[in-house]
């Protein structure tokens, strides 16, 4: 199970930082991802970190975003910075078994997050 938290409301150029706790299964080897999805729109990648600590951005977040985890706590964070109105969605965290490389497509995790929103106001 992954339960995501520090979704909110804030002003552009804000910041807020996103958690996602993972029960159940021990995510040292997991791939880890977080997603978005506004409304009308897919969900798109935003970070990715593979069991090796790799990273990848989207573009529209290089920058401005961290992606971290801490596998004593089972949680993985996404740092967000600098925040403007179109990154408004929903935010998702996933994670994968299969924890090599770097894996930003929706359809390579198989564990997902319910969500939580962001909203920037401009």
């Known amino acids: 199970q992954l339960v995501e938290s520090g979704g909110g409301l804030v002003q552009a150029g804000g910041s807020l930082r996103l958690s996602c706790a993972a029960s159940?299964?021990?995510?040292?080897?997991?791939?880890l991802g977080w997603f978005r999805q506004a409304p009308g729109k897919e969900r798109e990648g935003v970070s990715c970190?593979?069991?090796?600590?790799?990273?990848n951005y989207a573009d529209s977040v290089k920058g401005r975003f961290t992606i971290s985890r801490d596998n004593a706590r089972n949680t993985v964070y996404l740092l967000m910075d600098s925040l403007k109105p179109e990154d408004t969605a929903v935010y998702y965290c996933?994670?994968?078994?299969?924890?090599?490389?770097?894996?930003?497509?929706?359809?390579?995790?198989?564990?997902w997050g319910q969500g939580t929103q962001v909203t920037v106001s401009s």
């Open positions: 996933a994670a994968d078994r299969n924890g090599l490389g770097i894996r930003t497509g929706v359809v390579e995790y198989s564990y």
């Open positions: 159940g299964f021990d995510f040292d080897d997991y791939a």
């Open positions: 970190l593979s069991s090796s600590d790799s990273t």
